[in-house]
Structure formats: C-alpha cells, structure tokens
C-alpha cells in the first residue's frame, strides 16, 4: 500500500498550509487514517486523526489549530494546519492502518499504524 503525502513547505509563524495524503490504490474511505509528525531528535507522534465513522482525534497540541478531514470522492485525507507555530516544525506523515473496532485515539498511536507515506516537510519559522 502506498500512500502520498503533500503540500508541506515554509510559513511564517501564524500561517497556514494543508497537507494532503491519497492512496492510488488502497480505499482510504473504509479505515482509519491520520497524520503523525516527527522532529529532530523526538519521538514520531499523533497530530490528528479520523476513523471511518467520521469521528477524530487531536493531540492537545494542535486542538483549535488543525484540522483532518476527508474527501472520499477524492480518497484523500487532509490536514489543514492554521496559525502555526516553530513547534509544530517537523516531518509530517500520513499513516493508515487496515483493522476495524478501535478507537480513534488508538490509531492516533504511530505503533498501531500499518501503512505509511514518505514524509512532507513543514518548517515554521520568521
């Protein structure tokens, strides 16, 4: 399974950008998805993600900020990010795992997550 993940680039602090993950040929619509993000010398984590009944998980970090949604005619995920922070700089992941039954928050965890994508860049910074 192959997922592709883009529109990471550079933004000044309070900008915006919107990440976008399609699966050419894998229905993102039936499974859980989400996008984790990674920095330098950290632990890849959860940012915000969506099961196939619509509901969603944020990490308190982006709550407010972010935010997924889906277009299932398109198979795509996305992730709007809004006023941004240097903190929220990383590599940003789009991930989905192919079980059904558990919570959002349990994909949330990048170890239950099966398929990745490449990362995309997101750097915040004056």
């Known amino acids: 399974v192959q997922l592709q993940a883009s529109g990471g680039g550079s933004v000044q602090p309070g900008g915006s950008l919107r990440l976008s993950c399609s699966a050419p040929r894998f229905t993102l619509n039936y499974y859980a998805a989400g996008w984790f993000r990674q920095a330098p010398g950290k632990e890849r984590e959860g940012v915000a993600c969506s099961s196939s009944d619509g509901s969603t998980y944020y990490a308190d970090s982006v709550k407010g900020r972010f935010t997924i949604s889906r277009d299932n005619a398109k198979n795509t995920l996305y992730l709007q990010m809004d006023s941004l922070k240097p903190e929220d700089t990383a590599v940003y992941y789009c991930?989905?795992?192919?079980?059904?039954?558990?919570?959002?928050?349990?994909?949330?965890?990048?170890?239950?997550?099966?398929?990745w994508g490449k990362g995309t860049q997101v750097t915040v910074s004056s």
């Open positions: 991930a989905t795992d192919p079980t059904f039954g558990y919570s959002t928050s349990y994909y949330c965890n990048y170890y239950n997550m099966t398929y």
